[in-house]
Each structure stands twice: as structure tokens, then as C-alpha cells.
């Protein structure tokens, strides 16, 4: 859910070019109802010359924006949510049975659409401007997104659809989808996830012809906002969304991890909706935030046409809850190809029991790497990109281990720990040696740092 992105880091933009051998197979943008069929296509992403990346059958030019890697555009069109039987299908598909099942349309057709094939490439407009996302806020930035240009961009959110769906008519739906993020490296992020977006909008009658005496009331009004709700908002109106998207998750939640949840809400503020939560359950006695969701900024929702009707979005994330629900202990196992991994998830039902047996611990190898950083803006963003754009899955996690200023050169030094091991197999020290060299020469080279190696 695009509000409840929430941004830490500004930071500098370093690209990593592309080679002109880059082979990605992806799926062109489609919208189906009711519907999570994965169409084939052959397209294919491709760098002809070192300025045009050929993606999902589109030739894109790049510019000073352009910041995706090879090992990014690699992952595009995988689509793990629609293989059947991997862990995050698994997700995917208990949910929606449990909204085809639970909430239901005046003939007794399912209420929300699902689309689970949109492309991932948007424009930056469906990214950010159609969910009023200021042209200053922190969350556009090249640290934190991968751009193929300018105008287009690999999507940050599903919430990059919101827009063009409600625009289309929809009152309720789930958009499911691959999402991309440079981040830290750590067994619990990547910069390749997956993200399911719920919305559900509501008319005057809708929303108040179950409440006593409800003829009256109105879902609009010229007020004044508050943290509580928006100016064009009664408090009626918003409260009664806000009760039935708690109870909406709520039974979610319930339904797919059991009677006996423990489950709270955080109040949050955000640009961009009020009032707004994140989810919060109680999983083996540790609270994990789970979700996030909100009213709808009704400027959104009035300019995608849906000017007589008030709703509320959230946004979930697949690895999240697949981790806590079948314990796997780190996101990269979502790309394995190891059938050891893979068979585990195969069941008669979707709602089969399923706890992931840890394969072979392999053991870890132990690099450190130090620099001193350059006078202008550096990202860590930056180095965990490069990093991991060379490593690959053989990188666990990186950590930042010390920062060190000379006291009279004012310089500043970073020091990395990196964390090499392989989910499938044991790695030798001389092929991490090669890995780690390649690491501290592409420092040097792209992100302008000295070397203290």
C-alpha cells in the first residue's frame, strides 16, 4: 500500500550500466476478473546497446535516471506468486478463496477481482503522481527505487495499480504482484518481493444501510482534517470503513493462521490517508507487523472517478507472511530451485500444514571490507545494490560494523562485514575471494570510494 511506504535514507545515486546480454522473460501488462492465470509470452528484456533496455516487448532509453542491474532484470517475470505450489502461491491463493468465499456480490458472484498479471514496468506517474505523492517526498528517490528511465520505472508497490483499476470501474479488488526496492541485505529483506493490494470502495448505501436510523446519514461533509479523518469526510463515514477494514483483516488473519491469534493495531501517520494502521500479530510470543492499511485519500479516489463513493486499501507482503506461517528462516529460499526446498510446499489442499524442514546448514564465509567514503553524498543503498548485483544469493546479509571520521582530515571510513553463504550448497574460499575482489574493485570504480583493503 503506497501511503504506508514508509522511506528512511537520502542518498546517492550510483548506476551500474547494463550488458548487452541481459535475457528476461516476462508477462505483458492484462486484466482479468476473478481470475490468477499466468499468460505465457515470449518476450523478452535485452540491452541491444549500452543506452536501450528491450523489456516485456518495450524498448526503453536510458538516462541519468536509469539505475536497474542485470541480476534485477533477471528476476522479472518469474512470478513466484502464480507457480503452483511454491510457498508464496500457497499465500496467494488462501487468500483469495477466502475473499471468493466470505464476501460475495448481490448474485452471489465473488466481490473482488484479482489480478495477478499486470506488468511490473509503470511509468512513474502510476507509480507515484496518481497516489498523490509529492514531487519532493523522499520516497521517489533513485536510492530507493529502480528506474528504467525517467518516465518508467520497475513498480515499488502495487499500489502503482490503484489508479487504473478503480478508474476502470472496480469497487473491490486484489492486485498481486512482484515489487522492487533497493534495501539492506539481511535474511528478512530483498530487493525483489511480493505484494498483494486490497481495495474496496463503498456508496452511501453500501456503507450505512445496515446501521439503525443509517438513512440519514452522509459520507461527505466540509469540514476541517484531522488526524482522525479527512475535511471532505463525516466522522460516520470514516469510522464505519475503519470498523470494517480492521474486521476484514482481522478474520484474514484469523483464517489463515488460526483461532487463538492475537492480533493489535498501531495507529500511524501518514501523508497521504487518515485515519491509517499497521497490522500487528502475536506469532510463537513475538509481535510481527504483518500489513498495512488506511482510509483512501479521497482526492484519489475522486479522480479516478469514484467521485460518490469512500473506501479503504492495505497492503501485505507474500514473504512476510509465508516466513511466519511455514517458518522459513530466510527470504532468499523463495528463489530457490532446490527440490528439497520446492517439494516441501506440495499437498493435496492449500491449506495443508506445511513446516519447512531446514535443508544442510551450510557454513558461512567471513569477508570484511573498508573504504574511505567520498566528500559528496554516499548510499549505503548504493554499495548494497552493488553488492548484491555481484554476489547474488551468495550474499546473506551485510552488515555496516564500524564508521570511523578522522579527526583531522574529517574523512570518513565505512567498514562492511559481508556474509557469504550459499542456501544449497558450500562455497570455497578462493570462489568468494574472486567475488569479494570484484566487490572492492566496483567500489572504487562506481562509487567513487577509496579502498583500505
Same mark, same amino acid.
Request: charged share 25%; with cysteine.
Given at each position: ?12 545515486y ?22 490468477s492465470k ?34 534485477i532484470?533477471?528476476k522479472v ?9 511454491h ?30 498479471g ?23 528517490r ?37 515489487v ?8 528478512? /529483506?530483498?530487493?525483489?518481493? #511480493?505484494? +498483494? $493490494?486490497? %481495495? !474496496? *470502495? ?9 446501521? =439503525? ?8 461533509e ?5 488526524? /482522525?479523518?479527512?475535511?471532505? #469526510?463525516? +466522522? $460516520?463515514? %470514516? !469510522? *464505519? ?8 483483516l482481522? =478474520? ?41 492499511c488506511?482510509?483512501?485519500e ?35 529460499l ?19 500444514k ?18 574511505w ?38 574523512k570518513?571510513s565505512?567498514?562492511?562485514?559481508i ?35
Amino acid at each position: 500500500m503506497a501511503m504506508l511506504w514508509k522511506f528512511m535514507r537520502v542518498a546517492k545515486y550510483s548506476k551500474t550500466p547494463l550488458s548487452s546480454k541481459v535475457k528476461v522473460r516476462g508477462i505483458p501488462t492484462h486484466s482479468r476478473h476473478s481470475s490468477s492465470k499466468s499468460v505465457p509470452s515470449d518476450f523478452g528484456a535485452s540491452a541491444p546497446c549500452s543506452n536501450t533496455v528491450e523489456l516485456l516487448g518495450k524498448s526503453y532509453p536510458q538516462d541519468d535516471y536509469s539505475n536497474v542491474t542485470e541480476k534485477i532484470l533477471s528476476k522479472v517475470g518469474k512470478n513466484l506468486h502464480n507457480r503452483k505450489h511454491h510457498p508464496l502461491w500457497l499465500i496467494k491463493e488462501q487468500v483469495k478463496e477466502h475473499f471468493y468465499k466470505h464476501y460475495l456480490g448481490r448474485r452471489g458472484t465473488p466481490l473482488f477481482s484479482v489480478y495477478d498479471g499486470l506488468s511490473p514496468v509503470v511509468t512513474v506517474q502510476q507509480n507515484f503522481d496518481s497516489l498523490l505523492i509529492p514531487q519532493s517526498h523522499a520516497s521517489r528517490r533513485k536510492e530507493d527505487n529502480y528506474y528504467l528511465n525517467r518516465d518508467h520505472m520497475l513498480r515499488a508497490h502495487t499500489s502503482a495499480h490503484q489508479w487504473d483499476l478503480i478508474h476502470s470501474g472496480l469497487d473491490a479488488f486484489l492486485a498481486v504482484g512482484d515489487v522492487y526496492r533497493r534495501d539492506t541485505i539481511d535474511s528478512t /529483506h530483498y530487493p525483489v518481493f #511480493h505484494q +498483494m $493490494e486490497g %481495495v !474496496r *470502495l463503498f456508496s452511501c448505501h453500501e456503507l450505512f444501510s445496515s446501521i =439503525k436510523d443509517g438513512e440519514g446519514l452522509q459520507l461527505f461533509e466540509q469540514g476541517h482534517r484531522t488526524a /482522525h479523518k479527512q475535511e471532505c #469526510h463525516t +466522522m $460516520e463515514a %470514516v !469510522r *464505519l470503513v475503519e470498523f470494517n477494514l480492521k474486521q476484514v483483516l482481522t =478474520k484474514l488473519m484469523t483464517h489463515i493462521f488460526g483461532d487463538g491469534l492475537q492480533v493489535r493495531w498501531v495507529d500511524c501517520y501518514f501523508p497521504f490517508t487518515h485515519p491509517s494502521f499497521e497490522m500487528e500479530i502475536n506469532f510463537q510470543g513475538e509481535w510481527m507487523e504483518v500489513l498495512g492499511c488506511g482510509v483512501m485519500e479521497q482526492q484519489l479516489v475522486n479522480s479516478a472517478g469514484a467521485q460518490d463513493k469512500i473506501g479503504w486499501a492495505f497492503g501485505l507482503g507474500l514473504e512476510r507472511l509465508a516466513m511466519i506461517l511455514y517458518d522459513i528462516p530466510d527470504i532468499r529460499l523463495f528463489w530457490s530451485e532446490d527440490e528439497r526446498f520446492l517439494k516441501q510446499f506440495i499437498g493435496a489442499h492449500i491449506w495443508q500444514k506445511v513446516k519447512f524442514q531446514p535443508l544442510s546448514r551450510y557454513p558461512p564465509l567471513i569477508n570484511d571490507i573498508s573504504f574511505w567514503l567520498p566528500s559528496e553524498t554516499y548510499s549505503q543503498n548504493d554499495f548494497y545494490d552493488l553488492v548484491r548485483n555481484i554476489g547474488g544469493d551468495l550474499i546473506e546479509k551485510v552488515v555496516l560494523l564500524d564508521e570511523f571520521a578522522h579527526p583531522k582530515t574529517k574523512k570518513v571510513s565505512h567498514c562492511y562485514r559481508i556474509i557469504y553463504r550459499h542456501p544449497e550448497r558450500t562455497l570455497t574460499q578462493d570462489e568468494v575471494h574472486r567475488v569479494h575482489q570484484a566487490i572492492e574493485e566496483s567500489a572504487v570504480r562506481e562509487l567513487g570510494v577509496e579502498g583500505r583493503f
